[in-house]
């Protein structure tokens, strides 16, 4: 083999190394742009993902915080209307106030058809709560409290409320003492009165003074409004409650 056919073969094997080098090149090239696509939409994806993670994050915080707001604002209206209904319950019961306060005048449509039916009908009140404070007591001697301008009313009617007590709890009629040294404090000089007031009615105690039945009209306003609270809250709320 001559130099020059030495040379032509060394020409062929760099021709084919150049081309299985190319080859080679190029499919490490092809590998590397699959690769970097790969890697970069795997890149994109989970930018993505977190960005609606992200997203869902702060979705969820502005519907806790419009849950949160709303609760809010629902716990103040309700607040509002039980201010309301309250306000409206403590009128209704001013107004039974005031309403007491007349009993022992008669200037009241109802009491006034009571007087025309019942000569004195405050004073014939008074000796049944005398009565009824008697038995709730069961005591052979008692202390009656009235208010000043009451006494006289209390006068006329004490022996008959003696024998009717004595009568219905078959019992010896009671002493009963009218303390004139402390009296119930006199009705209000006007509705908006801050100060003790009594609008009507007796308290009597036990001589030890233990015992102690407040039966003054205010006391059994007060009774009554407490128990039928319920029903007249139901009256006049049920419809908004519904």
């Not at 993670?53 to 309700?78: D, F, G, P, T, W």
């Not at 409206?88 to 005031?98: C, D, P, T």
């Not at 022992?104 to 009140?125: I, M, P, R, T």
């Not at 002493?175 to 308290?203: K, M, R, T, W």
């Amino acid at each position: 083999m001559n130099d020059a056919d030495v040379s032509k073969q060394i020409q062929q094997m760099v021709r084919f190394i150049r081309q299985e080098a190319e080859e080679k090149a190029n499919e490490i090239s092809v590998s590397a742009e699959e690769e970097f696509n790969i890697e970069k939409l795997q890149l994109v994806e989970a930018e993505k993902k977190k960005i609606r993670q992200e997203y869902e994050k702060k979705e969820k915080q502005v519907e806790v915080r419009k849950k949160i707001e709303y609760s809010m604002q629902l716990n103040a209206s309700r607040i509002k209307v039980l201010q309301a209904q309250d306000d409206l319950v403590n009128e209704m019961r001013e107004e039974a106030v005031k309403a007491l306060q007349n009993v022992s005048k008669g200037h009241h449509h109802l009491l006034e058809f009571l007087h025309s039916h019942h000569a004195n009908f405050y004073q014939h009140l008074v000796k049944e709560l005398i009565v009824q404070s008697l038995l709730r007591l069961k005591e052979p001697a008692v202390l009656l409290r009235c208010r000043k301008e009451d006494k006289h009313h209390v006068e006329e009617v004490l022996e008959s409320a003696k024998n009717e007590y004595a009568k219905k709890a078959n019992v010896a009629s009671p002493e009963i003492f009218v303390d004139e040294n402390v009296y119930l404090p006199p009705a209000p000089e006007h509705h908006h009165s801050h100060g003790l007031f009594c609008s009507g009615g007796v308290v009597l105690a036990s001589k030890d003074g233990k015992i102690v039945c407040e039966n003054t009209l205010d006391a059994r306003l007060e009774v009554v409004f407490r128990k039928k609270l319920p029903e007249i809250r139901k009256l006049l709320f049920s419809q908004v409650a519904a």
